[in-house]
């Protein structure tokens, strides 16, 4: 760590801890009547993260046991849906409420999240593309995810494909996902990340000719056991104990950049499907990649959802518009001090309102402030 990062950190921790000491940063004092909602993607192992392509987007258990040890001391934690029902209630007593939602109905978190959970006692929303109901292969991004982790790993040190003809196709296709074609920018799961993000600039049709290609030249990725969705079995049982099944689309496609048709089978269709599927009434809807526009917003709202939620960073007041709820995303290491370890004080700063450069702001997957 450079000696500039070094200090930024100790400033962090140093702000972050003197706040907390004079409870300015409590979220009894700070988010009180307010509805705040907290997001996690995948829970991995630590080993089966080092093998997820996108570790941002990943919380080990021990993790996320930090941060419900955290949020249960200070808020009433619940699905969103039954959250939704105490809010609208108006009651001031008790603790501020807080929504625990997981995107993208991963079987992780049947398989890893579920019992930290119920250790803590908390039900929370799951949303599931629809999409799954159909077939288990990976979300776009997964999977793309996974060529670029392929492409930067092997051309980055030189190694052969399967067919050497296939190298500067291959080379060109690694080029396009950075900034002016240089392939010997900095590599790993933070460039991984960023390509990814610069993808969703571009059309569907550009992404999956993208796809394409990388198909043709490119050996087929390992699929781990642990790398799949949770069946309907599986979120019968989560409907069972008291969590909620929501609505992340048909596809997880970014919905602005849907024609009208494609709009309504994301949102009207996949309630349908999902409810269908779970004999349960769907009543919450989750924008992927929080991606909304005014058309999207308006057919969750004629689909007869009663709330939505974005990736903007914040907390709720009372009368906050129900379909563009904001969240803050869990990062691991945005919540971690100096030395690696998790710190409540940095978390709670995070979500007080008062950390600069937060509220407000569109969230990417991993935690970052984006345009």
């Known amino acids: 760590m450079s000696a500039i990062a070094s200090f930024k950190a100790l400033a962090r921790d140093t702000c972050s801890q003197v706040l907390s000491r004079f409870r300015l940063t409590a979220p009894e004092a700070r988010l009180h009547q307010r509805l705040s909602i907290i997001t996690f993607h995948r829970v991995l192992t630590e080993p089966q993260r080092q093998r997820y392509p996108l570790p941002g987007l990943a919380v080990t258990p021990d993790e996320l046991d930090a941060h419900l040890k955290f949020v249960t001391r200070h808020f009433r934690c619940l699905s969103l849906n039954s959250a939704l029902e105490l809010w609208g209630q108006n009651r001031d007593a008790g603790p501020p409420l807080l929504a625990v939602t997981f995107d993208d109905g991963q079987l992780d978190n049947y398989q890893n999240a579920l019992p930290v959970l119920e250790r803590h006692g908390v039900t929370a929303s799951f949303y599931v593309p629809s999409q799954i109901l159909e ?153 992927p990649n929080g991606s909304t526009d005014e058309r999207s917003v308006a057919l969750v709202r004629e689909a007869g959802y009663r709330a939505a939620v974005t990736t903007q960073w914040g907390s709720n007041a009372r009368g906050a518009g129900l379909y563009t709820l904001q969240r803050f995303n869990m990062n691991a290491r945005h919540a971690q001090d100096r030395q690696g370890r998790f710190s409540e004080a940095r978390l709670a700063w995070r979500m007080s309102g008062w950390h600069p450069g937060l509220t407000g702001t569109k969230q990417d997957p991993y935690g970052r402030a984006s345009a």
């Open 135 to 287: 077939n288990q292969a990976p979300l776009w991004h997964d999977a793309m995810a996974t060529s670029v982790a392929w492409l930067t790993s092997h051309l980055t040190h030189q190694a052969v494909l399967p067919d050497p003809s296939q190298l500067k196709g291959a080379g060109e296709l690694l080029a396009k996902l950075k900034s002016g074609g240089d392939l010997e920018r900095s590599v790993g799961h933070t460039t991984v990340e960023v390509a990814l993000e610069a993808t969703k600039q571009w059309s569907p049709a550009q992404r999956e000719d993208w796809m394409l290609r990388a198909q043709t030249m490119l050996p087929p990725p390992a699929r781990h056991s642990w790398d799949g969705f949770m069946t309907v079995a599986q979120m019968k049982d989560l409907i069972a104990r008291g969590h909620e099944i929501g609505s992340h689309s048909h596809s997880h496609a970014l919905l602005p950049q849907c024609t009208a048709d494609e709009l309504r089978a994301e949102i009207a269709g996949s309630k349908l499907k999902l409810e269908s599927a779970l004999g349960s009434p769907i009543t919450t809807f989750c924008y």
